[in-house]
Each structure stands twice: as structure tokens, then as C-alpha cells.
């Protein structure tokens, strides 16, 4: 139980153009859902905390117009990319939370590739 | 498939005493490891990590160990201090490090006075 997936896996895409990626909880309802961006070898960068309903909390130093993310359904979350540009690359990762975010349990989605050219 | 696996979902310890966190995993292709400790109502930070050319990392009170050969990997913590409770994912990689990460489902240790 408890299994987050992501679509797409890997994408590759234009500088310039934007990109969505999807984040559900396939088998719990998750209230909370949680963008990560990750850096190599290390740190996990908590981008922004999504609430089924309302609008995302980002945290500081990222960019809310450009990474624009709604929580439509109580298993769905999705993260644009906007105007996506190389320095953008990175692994994305999303988890959900089925209890809120006070709640310590995450579980993790496989994550996603972006490559921009 | 679950690839990464920790089966304990909680762990109680005295504080002073030694923390074991357990984690396996079964794609023989993960080259690399990382353990990450999060607060409630926070995201994961980063704590330590092994590569697979190693059987054994340090770093002051943690310490990682890897058994290739029972693809098992233990996170040590001691002397184990109230701050230390925290729940505690165990990920993988199979790209040295660059490529994602594969996330087990975490313990939660609970550091008793």
C-alpha cells in the first residue's frame, strides 16, 4: 500500500517551453502533497507544500509564478514548470502525505527526469 | 516492487543508548545511499551517505554501514539524544548519486529520557 506515482518519468523539452509533471497517490487519499527538487549526491530541496483545495505554500527563494502547482483532487498534484530554462535540470521528486502535514509519514514518488536544452 | 525496504516503521530507544535504523533493498544496480532524517511538518535533510565502494561511513555520532552482499544497509547513532527523534528515510541510487532517488517508507525513532 501507500504507492505515489509521477508521470512523466523523464522529459526533455525546449528552453522556453513548460512542463507538467503529475504526482498521485494511487491508493490513499492524500490531503498534503510535497515538491522536492533534488541536487546530486545530497540534498533534498523542499520547493513547495501542496494543499488539496487551496493554494500551495512555497517556500523562500522559489519562484511561485514559475513553478506553478495545483492540488485539484484529493490524489492528484501537479507541478508546471514555466518558461523552463537549462538551469532548471534537475530531478523532481513529489510525496504525499494521507494525514496532513503534521503528520511524519511520507511516501515518495519515483521522480522525474527534466532536461532542458 | 517495493526496492527499497525499511520494515520497522518505529524504533524506541533510551536516550544515551545506541539507535540501529535497518534498510534493504533489492536492485543490485543502486550504487549509492543516503539516510535522511525529517521533522514533522518539515521536508527531509540530508544526513549522511555511502558509496557502494565502501562498507562504512562516519560522521561524528551517525554512522553508516553497507552489506553489498546482503544488499542491507544500518544507520548508528551514538549516544542517542532526544533531538535525534525524527522519522528517517533510507534512499537509493543507481547512478553514483546523479541519477533519482528511491525512497523507503521511513522509521520513526522515538528517543526516550
Known amino acids: 500500500g501507500a504507492v505515489v506515482s509521477q508521470h512523466p518519468s523523464r522529459v526533455i523539452c525546449k528552453s522556453g517551453t513548460s512542463v507538467k509533471i503529475e504526482c498521485r497517490s494511487l491508493?490513499?487519499?492524500?490531503?498534503?502533497m510535497f515538491w522536492y527538487r533534488q541536487f546530486p549526491k545530497q540534498s533534498l530541496m523542499l520547493m513547495a507544500t501542496s494543499n488539496e483545495g487551496s493554494k500551495a505554500t512555497y517556500e523562500q527563494g522559489v519562484e511561485k509564478d514559475k513553478f506553478l502547482i495545483n492540488h485539484a483532487s484529493l490524489t492528484l498534484s501537479t507541478l508546471t514548470v514555466t518558461s523552463a530554462h537549462p538551469e532548471d535540470s534537475s530531478f523532481y521528486i513529489c510525496?504525499?502525505?494521507?494525514?496532513?502535514?503534521?503528520?511524519?509519514?511520507?511516501?515518495f514518488g519515483p521522480g522525474t527526469r527534466l532536461l532542458v536544452l | 516492487d517495493q526496492q527499497v525496504k525499511q520494515n520497522s516503521p518505529s524504533l524506541s530507544v533510551q536516550e544515551g543508548r545506541i539507535s540501529i535504523l535497518n534498510c534493504d533493498y533489492t536492485n543490485s544496480m543502486f550504487d549509492y545511499f543516503l539516510w535522511y532524517k525529517k521533522y514533522p511538518a518539515e521536508g527531509p535533510t540530508f544526513l549522511i551517505s555511502?558509496?557502494?565502494?565502501?562498507d562504512k561511513n562516519e560522521d561524528g555520532r551517525f554512522t553508516v554501514f553497507l552489506n553489498k552482499s546482503a544488499k542491507h544497509l544500518s544507520l548508528h547513532i551514538v549516544p542517542s539524544q532526544p533531538g535525534d527523534s525524527a522519522v528517517y528515510f533510507c534512499?537509493?541510487?543507481?547512478?553514483?548519486?546523479?541519477?533519482?532517488?528511491?525512497f523507503g517508507k521511513g522509521t520513526h525513532l522515538i528517543i526516550q529520557p
Open positions: 534512499a537509493a541510487s543507481d547512478g553514483g548519486g546523479a541519477d533519482g532517488l528511491t
Open positions: 555511502i558509496s557502494s565502494i565502501k
Open positions: 491508493d490513499f487519499q492524500a490531503t498534503t
Open positions: 510525496s504525499a502525505s494521507p494525514h496532513g502535514d503534521f503528520q511524519e509519514t511520507q511516501y
